[in-house]
């Protein structure tokens, strides 16, 4: 064979093998096509009737439980507002806040009143507090963000479910001694949905 035609003959066995090997780097074709999880909107959250949503959710688990409902209390949502701000602005999540101070000294500072007597018991108030999210997963796609919005109801629900699945919680919920209640809401950055509930 001549020189000319064993070289060009090299050459197309490299070219063949060359793309043989990138063929082979590609991996095997899926079946089907990846279908992009859906693009869903930021739902619009209004916090004073979500607030009111929960308060509505938390009577019909009191009526369900052959209890008369509570009376919405806007000097309690005051405070309960007051308390979600601040465990989402300072990072922490409890009763108590990062100086000790509970409940009963938030009632104090806004000028709140309760006292609640049941035979020689004086009750002077309790508080619930929940974590939600506005969204409950997030996947991403090269760089681009696909969130699982919660709607206004479900965050509602979730909230009240919550509490009822938690004894204490629901022990608060069920107490037939209290006669008011109020709620109160923060949403911070993150997504993270801070709920207070103070009772009297």
Same mark, same amino acid.
């Given at each position: 064979?001549?020189?000319?035609?064993?070289?060009?003959?090299?050459?197309?066995? *490299?070219?063949?093998?060359?793309?043989?090997?990138? *063929?082979? &780097?590609?991996?095997?074709?899926?079946?089907?096509?990846?279908?992009?999880?859906?693009?869903?909107?930021?739902?619009?959250?209004?916090?004073?009737?979500?607030?009111?949503?929960?308060?509505?959710?938390?009577?019909?688990?009191?009526?369900?439980?052959?209890?008369?409902?509570? *009376?919405?209390?806007? *000097?309690?949502?005051?405070?309960?507002?007051?308390?979600?701000?601040?465990?989402?602005?300072?990072?922490?999540?409890?009763?108590?806040?990062?100086?000790?101070?509970?409940?009963?000294?938030?009632?104090?500072?806004?000028?709140?009143? &309760?006292?609640?007597?049941?035979?020689?018991?004086?009750?002077?108030?309790?508080?619930?507090?929940?974590?939600?999210?506005?969204?409950?997963?997030?996947?991403?796609?090269?760089?681009?963000?696909?969130?699982?919005?919660?709607?206004?109801?479900?965050?509602?629900?979730?909230?009240?479910?919550?509490?009822?699945?938690?004894?204490?919680?629901?022990?608060?919920?069920?107490?037939?001694?209290?006669?008011?209640?109020?709620?109160?809401?923060?949403?911070?950055?993150?997504?993270?949905?801070?709920?207070?509930?103070?009772? &009297?």
């Amino acid at each position: 064979m001549p020189r000319a035609s064993l070289k060009k003959v090299i050459r197309n066995l *490299a070219l063949i093998i060359l793309l043989s090997s990138v *063929a082979s &780097c590609a991996g095997p074709r899926p079946d089907h096509a990846y279908k992009l999880p859906e693009r869903k909107s930021k739902p619009s959250i209004n916090i004073l009737k979500l607030e009111k949503a929960i308060h509505s959710l938390i009577n019909n688990e009191r009526q369900r439980n052959g209890l008369p409902p509570m *009376a919405w209390d806007d *000097a309690l949502a005051k405070i309960a507002r007051k308390h979600s701000k601040d465990m989402s602005k300072r990072n922490y999540f409890d009763h108590y806040s990062p100086e000790g101070r509970d409940f009963v000294y938030r009632y104090q500072r806004d000028g709140y009143h &309760c006292s609640i007597h049941v035979g020689r018991t004086i009750h002077m108030g309790a508080e619930n507090i929940a974590l939600n999210n506005l969204y409950d997963s997030v996947t991403t796609i090269n760089g681009k963000a696909f969130y699982d919005w919660n709607p206004q109801d479900k965050i509602a629900a979730t909230t009240v479910q919550g509490w009822m699945n938690s004894p204490g919680h629901r022990k608060n919920i069920l107490e037939p001694y209290w006669k008011n209640e109020g709620i109160g809401l923060f949403i911070g950055p993150d997504g993270k949905v801070y709920i207070t509930q103070n009772f &009297c």
